[in-house]
């Protein structure tokens, strides 16, 4: 290889990117996450808000498809912080999701949901004696500073494999930017995962194949990527400039790890509330995931 032409073309590149902007310059896309296999795993904080999943009635003292409450549904979840965390599929000791909160960018600011808000909880359904007619929640995080609010409903499809969530977000400055956050913990196991996106889905397996998630909106995501936690997911990226630089498609299926998934959100102004709806599918198959997501 001639060494000069080599080095005054990626000059070149470099040079082009600068003139675009930093963001541009600074911008990595597509193909494997890098720092395989990310930080040792940990478990999130342990004072629950919450718990949750769906009613289901006995049919001849046991629970089973088919009987007056349908399908049965295999999710459990809990809550803390403001965000939802530990998610079990399939059995109540088996989680599959370690937490799941918003990062929130805007004009010189990089937040957490968990740190940066004040949260405040209550069921979604009540009688007239304020008593709960459901375990499903209505969580409002307030950021501490005024500059956005989070409400969240959250409960479980009791006809799927599904955890569900409204989100009603408000922004009350210009340029408020809310990206989801996932960090699963596959098969109850939180280093031994392979995280994969594509442009409306977020999507996470255990090393021995037999459990899937598989994350979608009813908005649009403007950009995905997943990546190891402690040095290729969003929060790295998002918390060194504020901007969303990285899009990998997927980590290595051959060094499993610690991985993340993250989901760039329209652009909120002053004024401006979004509603949309988040769905977490759950299977033992990749296809069942996404059908389960699908379908509620």
Do not use: C
Not at 53 to 62: A, D, H, K, L, R
Not at 187 to 202: E, K, P, R, T
């Amino acid at each position: 290889m001639n060494i000069k032409r080599w080095l005054f073309a990626n000059l070149l590149v470099l040079a082009s990117a600068w003139l675009l902007g930093t963001n541009a310059a600074l911008a990595v896309g597509g193909g494997q996450a890098f720092g395989a296999p990310g930080n040792p795993s940990v478990w999130s904080y342990a004072g629950k808000q919450g718990i949750g999943t769906s009613y289901e009635q006995y049919v001849n003292n046991t629970y089973q498809d088919g009987g007056p409450t349908n399908t049965i549904s295999k999710v459990w979840f809990s809550l803390a912080q403001g965000i939802v965390t530990e998610t079990a599929f399939g059995r109540i000791d088996q989680a599959q999701i370690k937490d799941l909160q918003f990062l929130v960018t805007g004009n010189g600011f990089f937040d957490e949901e968990k740190v940066a808000t004040n949260s405040t909880v209550d069921y979604l359904d009540k009688d007239d004696s304020g008593r709960p007619l459901s375990p499903a929640y209505r969580l409002v995080n307030t950021d501490k500073e005024g500059k956005y609010t989070i409400e969240k409903h959250i409960f479980t499809d009791p006809d799927r494999q599904t955890l569900f969530t409204r989100v009603i977000f408000t922004a009350n400055e210009d340029g408020i930017t809310p990206y989801l956050l996932v960090n699963p913990h596959m098969a109850n196991i939180g280093n031994d995962d392979v995280a994969f996106v594509s442009g409306d889905s977020l999507n996470a397996r255990n090393g021995a194949d037999n459990v899937y998630l598989s994350i979608k909106s009813n908005l649009n995501f403007e950009k995905t990527s997943a990546g190891y936690v402690g040095s290729s997911d969003g929060y790295q990226d998002l918390s060194d400039n504020g901007f969303m630089d990285w899009n990998y498609d997927y980590t290595d299926q051959n060094q499993l790890g610690n991985v993340a998934m993250i989901a760039q959100l329209p652009t909120l102004n002053a004024g401006e509330t979004r509603t949309f709806d988040l769905v977490v599918g759950f299977g033992n198959s990749y296809q069942e995931a996404t059908a389960q997501a699908d379908d509620s």
